[in-house]
């Protein structure tokens, strides 16, 4: 195992923590943050952040396994273990197993509860470990793989398998809670939520149940139109809300009745978090007057009150493709994606506050960038991610950042001779370590004239193509960056031009290989008939969403 340090001395990290430390604000026990799995914390998060530390592991593809905090503690999974972290420091304090690995991979995000970490793999079991030494305290047996994160709640257990059944155990016995396990028809591969006397989770036979706490019998069900492994539910005051498709359906906790559903123009990428109002974060209630996040699959970010109005003038564009449910911490939005790329909102306006790509374990030229794909925790004033590659990111307000960005790999590389005549290629890779590049701050110019440009977070570079012709002699280019904590680098450099040099030739993309058509009986097949029209003459497009959103992006 490799961990990896901020660049700043570990002498001057270690003694800036212990004077900055101050007593523990908020826990985040559980991988959605309480036992109704709505991704929120009244505790706010200042930005802009600063990567603190980071630990690697094993590369986990797709690790949908989102870090827990307690104390001074943070847990989480790569793969076929657990680690437990300091969670100022990163240094490990254990690991389970501590010697040979799990026979299975663990899919979810485990809990905490008392002085015991839970979590469930795919060879069936559901573990309990002590939190102070990482040794094995029971196990729980299955007949299924465990995808399913446990929730806690008054000292009982709750948990589902593949074997399609959802689980109550006793926390500190391993015994079950109920009679038997409550059977549906298929995988309960999704978290459930436990609130007002109620365990509500979603089976993938497409139905949502609701049963009773303490004996496990069914109190009602709702058949969704459709569902997915991850299609979690969300409790808000006495309102059960569950993402299916592209419309997010509204339940009654205590009767599973019907109260509604909010259609979006794509399907909904991940399960729905719920917040309170910024005015009233401090109450600690999730009810009436609370916000409604949504991510969908055209990468846009909607704030919307539970009737679907929208809370924001208009929806947010994300940069790159989301599979994980955002995190609310007090008024700040924070969204993870599929590119690494971090970034974090105004919950009142959806303005951009900060944005970061986290850097590979391994940067090669086939893995440029990892993949954020659990839910993003914020907790005690700190936020953690976990990525792909197998690495637990810490990032801190209160750490120092005094190191401007810099920029390398130039094109044209310096004093290079080459024909004016367009397009001329310019460009620089970015990097920042501590608290990451803002582009908004970046600026290209050619002979002292602003020139348009793009920047791709995912690669760190900046570029831009002249549309006019230069003229024979040296021309310069300077770019000037800085990042969010307002640290700039300017960096100048030149090339000279000769039109007597030939330009250079420009590529045409490769046309794609023709496939022979197949046949039959060595006869051609006829070609294939257009689409036919819908009944109305027009093209079948999806809904418009509810909420106030813009037409266009």
Not at 210 to 219: C, D, E, Y
Not at 222 to 232: E, K
Not at 280 to 306: E, M, Q, W
Request: proline letters at 8%; hydrophobic letters at 35%.
């Amino acid at each position: 195992m490799v961990q990896r340090r901020h660049c700043l001395a570990l002498t001057v990290i270690c003694l800036f923590l212990s004077l900055s430390a101050v007593g523990h604000a908020k826990d985040w026990p559980f991988g959605r943050g309480d036992a109704a799995s709505s991704g929120f914390t009244s505790e706010g998060v200042q930005m802009p952040l600063v990567l603190s530390w980071d630990y690697n592991t094993s590369r986990m593809g797709r690790n949908t396994s989102a870090p827990i905090v307690a104390g001074d503690v943070v847990y989480f999974c790569a793969g076929d273990r657990v680690m437990a972290l300091d969670a100022q420091s990163g240094v490990l304090k254990w690991k389970f197993p501590a010697d040979e690995p799990l026979s299975g991979a663990i899919k979810a995000a485990p809990a905490v509860s008392k002085d015991t970490l839970y979590f469930g793999a795919t060879d069936g079991n559901l573990y309990a470990v002590n939190i102070n030494d990482g040794v094995l305290r029971w196990t729980y047996p299955t007949r299924g793989s465990i995808r399913s994160a446990p929730i806690i709640s008054d000292n009982v257990v709750y948990f589902g398998s593949d074997d399609n059944n959802l689980y109550a155990v006793n926390a500190e016995t391993g015994e079950p809670a109920w009679r038997g396990p409550f059977a549906t028809r298929d995988d309960v591969a999704a978290s459930p939520v436990v609130s007002g006397g109620y365990v509500v989770f979603v089976s993938m036979d497409t139905i949502v149940y609701g049963t009773n706490s303490l004996s496990g019998a069914m109190r009602w069900q709702y058949r969704l139109p459709q569902v997915y492994a991850r299609s979690a539910p969300v409790v808000a005051g006495d309102s059960v809300y569950v993402a299916a498709g592209n419309a997010l359906h509204t339940l009654s906790l205590k009767s599973g009745r019907f109260r509604g559903s909010i259609p979006f123009s794509s399907e909904i990428a991940a399960g729905p978090t719920i917040a309170n109002d910024v005015t009233s974060a401090d109450s600690g209630a999730v009810g009436a007057g609370s916000t409604i996040y949504i991510i969908t699959k055209n990468n846009r970010l909607y704030a919307i009150t539970p009737a679907g109005k929208s809370k924001w003038s208009q929806y947010v564009n994300l940069p790159y493709a989301c599979s994980s449910p955002p995190t609310v911490a007090g008024d700040t939005v924070v969204v993870g994606s599929e590119r690494g790329s971090v970034s974090a909102y105004s919950a009142a306006t959806g303005k951009l506050k900060w944005q970061y790509t986290i850097l590979p374990a391994q940067l090669t030229a086939s893995t440029l960038y990892t993949a954020v794909t659990a839910p993003p925790v914020v907790a005690n004033k700190r936020l953690y991610l976990v990525t792909d590659d197998g690495s637990l990111h810490c990032f801190d307000s209160d750490m120092p950042d005094d190191t401007a960005p810099e920029a390398f790999d130039f094109i044209p590389r310096r004093a290079t001779a080459m024909s004016g005549q367009p397009p001329i290629k310019i460009s620089a890779v970015l990097f920042d370590l501590g608290c990451g590049i803002n582009d908004s701050s970046i600026q290209l110019k050619v002979d002292d004239e602003v020139v348009p440009h793009t920047f791709d977070a995912s690669k760190y570079t900046v570029s831009c193509e002249t549309t006019d012709r230069k003229e024979d002699g040296r021309h310069n280019i300077t770019l000037s960056v800085e990042d969010w904590r307002g640290n700039k680098h300017t960096d100048t450099w030149s090339f000279i031009v000769d039109n007597k040099l030939r330009p250079p030739v420009t590529a045409k993309p490769a046309a794609p290989p023709k496939t022979p058509r197949p046949t039959y009986k060595n006869n051609p097949l006829p070609p294939p008939k257009p689409p036919a029209p819908s009944s109305s003459g027009e093209d079948v497009s999806p809904p418009e969403p509810i909420v106030e959103a813009p037409a266009g992006t």
